[in-house]
């Protein structure tokens, strides 16, 4: 499976932007997907997940009510709208494709996109 990651970018703080992962599997939706992001000097963390069909969503307590993340298993892509944006959430975002239905913000997953970079200026 192989992930392609887009839509990032500068922006300054509250504005949106909407990231999309494109994944090139036919069982696209036999995985549960992942949003994670990693800032400079920072450690990769999870941001939201998604369940194989949409309807279970998890988020991290820092993007909680910004971030919203979504499906869409006929076009084998996920999004994450992010609004709101701050300084804080600058990073890479990564894309990531789990085997299994249910979503989970701490497992590991099987499948990495390249990431796109996010700059939000204050």
């Known amino acids: 499976v192989q992930l392609q990651a887009s839509g990032g970018g500068l922006v300054q703080a509250g504005d949106s932007l909407r990231l999309s992962c494109a994944a090139s599997t036919r069982t696209f939706s036999s995985f549960s997907m992942g949003w994670f992001r990693q800032a400079p000097g920072k450690e990769r963390e999870s941001v939201a997940a998604i369940g194989w069909n949409g309807f279970l969503t998890y988020y991290a307590d820092s993007v909680k009510g910004r971030f919203t993340i979504s499906r869409d298993n006929a076009k084998d892509t996920v999004y994450l709208q992010m609004d709101s944006l701050k300084p804080d959430d600058t990073a890479v975002y990564y894309c990531?494709?789990?085997?299994?239905?249910?979503?989970?913000?701490?497992?590991?997953?099987?499948?990495w996109g390249q990431g796109t970079l996010v700059t939000v200026s204050s």
């Open positions: 990531a494709a789990r085997r299994g239905l249910r979503p989970s913000l701490g497992a590991s997953y099987d499948y």
